[in-house]
């Protein structure tokens, strides 16, 4: 029997109640005695709001009202599911893993399920799995998913991180298909670039040992991130034999429109074919792709039979790309 290819066949999304705009979070912070404005904010990231959870809120709700989504729009019963991979640096706890949780609360006992850590890479890290998974012929229905809650490990009092980062969840259903979905899928990390985005902290002897908090080297990333981006880019364009021209939509992961900027630029795409929802969301980590995806999807601009481009990176240093055609 030829081996299957992977197709994604629903997308869903889901952000907690409240958009918080820059206005009101510069307020907020303002009153702690930290200063931020609207205009830095937007000029240095593109950033206008993000969705902040409330305490109740769990990573696992999230995932799941996301996963709901995806299932209705691919036609399918949670119990059809054989695999549940959930992408998240914000699970709810240490174990057992989201993926088990969101599989519990879905209804699809039986399904593996497991969590993927690869922060902001952490979707196309999943997918890449997913799609691995599926072409060995074993696994037919799959479920990825990034769900985060990133308003829990920010430090409230740290202007340089806490004005980038949002919560929220997307999901995608990936079925064996005859058809090509996933055409090619590439997976990198450096871990020695591990300081320059982490959260260091770990719980030991019931207590937090370390730091609990994200902390960042701005620069540092905003460097590595164009490049790996490009380079990882056209890298699977060569595995699927095709030019930058076939890409109808790329989807990066949306940490600011300055380093989307940046990597449309190097590839020679026009900027009118990126997928740009940061302004709206924030950056979500490992929910960012899936998220603008999902909104892409249901706005209309991505269609059947278009080349789509989803691209991740962040801590670790991780990084990588799934090529697809919808
Ligand atoms: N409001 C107002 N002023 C601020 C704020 C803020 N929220 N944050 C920093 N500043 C000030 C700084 O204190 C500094 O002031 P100074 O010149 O008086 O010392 C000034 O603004 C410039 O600070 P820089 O850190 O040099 O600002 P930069 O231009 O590098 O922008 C940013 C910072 C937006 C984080 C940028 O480095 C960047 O885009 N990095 C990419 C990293 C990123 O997007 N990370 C997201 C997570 S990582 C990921 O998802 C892959």
């Known amino acids: 029997m030829a081996r299957p290819w992977s197709r994604i066949t629903g997308t869903g999304a889901a952000l907690p ?4 705009s820059n206005d009101e979070l ?5 009153a702690r005695g930290i200063e931020t404005s609207d205009e830095w904010i937007v000029a240095r990231t593109g950033i206008r709001q993000r969705y902040i959870a409330d305490a109740s809120l769990s990573t696992t709700a999230l ?3 996301a996963a709901r989504a995806a299932l209705q729009a691919a036609g399918l019963e949670p119990a059809a599911l054989d695999l549940i991979v959930l992408a998240t640096s914000t699970p709810d706890q240490i174990f057992p893993s989201t993926a088990c949780l969101v599989q519990a609360d879905l209804g699809a006992a039986g399904a593996a399920a497991f969590d993927v850590q690869a922060v902001c890479s952490g979707f196309v890290y999943g997918l890449a799995v997913a799609d691995a998974m ?3 012929g074993v696994y037919r229905r799959a479920l990825v998913v990034g769900a985060e809650i990133f308003s829990r490990i920010l430090d409230w009092n740290d202007r340089t991180t806490c ?5 929220g969840a997307g999901a995608v259903v990936l079925e064996a298909s005859e058809q090509p979905g996933i055409l090619a899928a590439r997976l990198h990390a450096d871990g020695t670039q591990a300081r320059i985005l982490c959260t260091a902290g770990r719980l030991a002897q019931g207590a937090v040992h370390g730091d609990p908090f994200l902390r960042m080297d701005g620069q540092a990333v905003f460097r590595l991130a164009v490049n790996v981006l490009d380079a990882s880019a056209r890298e699977v364009l060569a595995d699927a034999e095709l030019g930058v021209e076939a890409v109808d939509w790329l989807v990066p992961h949306q940490a600011n429109v300055r380093i989307l900027s940046a990597t449309a630029r190097r590839l020679g795409l026009a900027e009118s074919k990126v997928i740009v929802t940061v302004g709206q969301h924030g950056n979500t980590s490992a929910a960012s792709v899936p998220l603008a995806l999902d909104l892409a999807v249901r706005d209309g601009r991505v269609r059947a039979g278009q080349h789509v481009l989803l691209q991740g990176v962040g801590g670790g240093f991780t990084w990588g790309s799934v090529l697809l055609r919808f």
């Open 17 to 20: 109640g409240r958009a918080v």
């Open 63 to 65: 995932g799941a009202q």
């Open 26 to 30: 510069a307020r907020q912070l303002a």
């Open 163 to 167: 004005v980038l980062f949002g919560d």
């Open 134 to 136: 599926i072409r060995t």
